[in-house]
């Protein structure tokens, strides 16, 4: 455990009586998916000079050393033991949902002990009046953050998804009957770990999340929205430059089956007999190589480009670079890259389904609706050549989505209603 000094920056006048640990397996921009989301917690609070100190595991260290150069006595590790390791690599030939259910949970809690023991520590030693765990946002998940000395919050949870009644194609047998099976033993494991019994508060990003809570979880829930926009990242273009005779559509994601990227490659190849478009794919993960020999089976190869990961910067100046953002994503919870385009000024394509049909709407973005295979993939191409032939309805909605997220979805907005649910907290706690 880090011994360096613990007052880094002075507190800023108003924020004295807040002083929160920040918990998670990961805190990252890199890692993709709600990694980021104990990163961005700790940045905005300590932008504003409130005493906070972060616990993740050490995979994030070498990140972390850089993004936190200056905060570096804050941040404090768990070191990756050898049960750890073994669970990553039995986890890797399982799908996503699978591997998370099983060897991610026992790496999960492993991690999770070992946190457990520094927060208390911590709490004693730099006198902190709350803890806070973002991450895992899976509602079912058990916290082990119980009886650590100050009041704990949990969330924005977001979760309690599955594919469309119509696109279950998508997952397979196995992986449908694993994940029921899953959900009904997580309900065991959550009367077994008190964590979400004794937290002090739970925040939810929905109501479809409050639904799936474990039964005898604490009774004091707020709804909060999980994601947010750095606008100090994600910004317009600072100038236009000469018009595209060919439109530019990016996808950012990790390449899974679930984010139906290959219905979206489908959908480019019936778009492009009408219009001429391209398709920039960022991102990484297991279905690349599938989703490159796709491409070329469509003879998209021309048109189709893989990035690979980019990072979070960068990625923000592809998208500014961009006619439009597309997720097809089926079974998103979120979906942060919605809101980053449309903080950017991009229309959005998105299932309308989970994440992505809370923060769009008809004045924003396209909505398809998934409802089987062959309707998504011929809505999909629809709205693909609607945006392609029109820079002025591009415009209209990505100025709309933009003064949208300014309005609701910015962080700073964020970090002032989570110092509410802090001092609540801490309020409930001292009565």
Known sequence: MNEGPTNAMSTS????????IIVAEHASASFGGEAILPLHYFRFLRKRG????????ERTRRELDTVLAD????????????????????????????????FGAVTHAVTQLAERSVVRELVARVRATVVHEPIPVSPRTPSMMFDVGAPVIIGPMNGNMSFPPGMRHGQGWFEQTFVRAARET??????????KRKAATLLVANARTREALPAGTCSHVIELTENGVDLGVF?????????????????????????????????????????????????????????????????LAERVVFRGHVPQVRCAAVLADSD????????????????????????????????????????????????????????????????????ELRKRLGTAGRQRVIEVFDWERKIDRIIDVYREAQREATR
């Not at 997580?186 to 964590?195: Q, R, Y």
């Open 235 to 299: 910004r317009p273009a600072a100038a236009s430059g000469p018009a595209r005779a060919r439109a530019r559509f990016s996808f950012v994601g990790r390449l899974v089956g679930w984010k139906a990227v290959d219905l979206l490659l489908d959908a480019m190849a019936k778009a492009r007999v009408e219009v001429d478009l391209e398709l920039q794919v960022i991102g990484d993960g297991p279905e690349r190589q599938a989703l490159q020999a796709r491409a070329n089976r469509l003879h």
């Open 50 to 57: 409130i005493e906070t100190w972060l616990v993740v595991h």
């Open 324 to 391: 439009a953002l597309v997720l097809p994503s089926l079974c998103e919870c979120g979906g942060a890259v919605v809101l980053e385009g449309m903080a950017i000024g991009l229309p959005v394509i998105a299932a309308r389904w989970g994440g992505p049909a809370d923060y769009l709407d008809d004045n924003t973005g396209v909505l398809v609706d998934p409802v089987n295979r062959a309707h998504f993939v011929e809505a999909l191409a629809s709205a693909l050549v609607r945006l392609a032939r029109s820079p």
């Open 186 to 195: 997580s309900m065991i494991a959550n009367a077994l770990v008190p964590g």
């Open 13 to 20: 006048a108003g924020y004295d009586d807040v002083r929160p």
């Open 71 to 102: 905060e570096r006595d804050r941040v404090f590790y768990v070191p990756d033991r050898l049960l750890q390791k073994v669970c990553w690599q039995l986890g890797k030939g399982l799908p996503d949902r699978v591997a998370h259910a099983t």
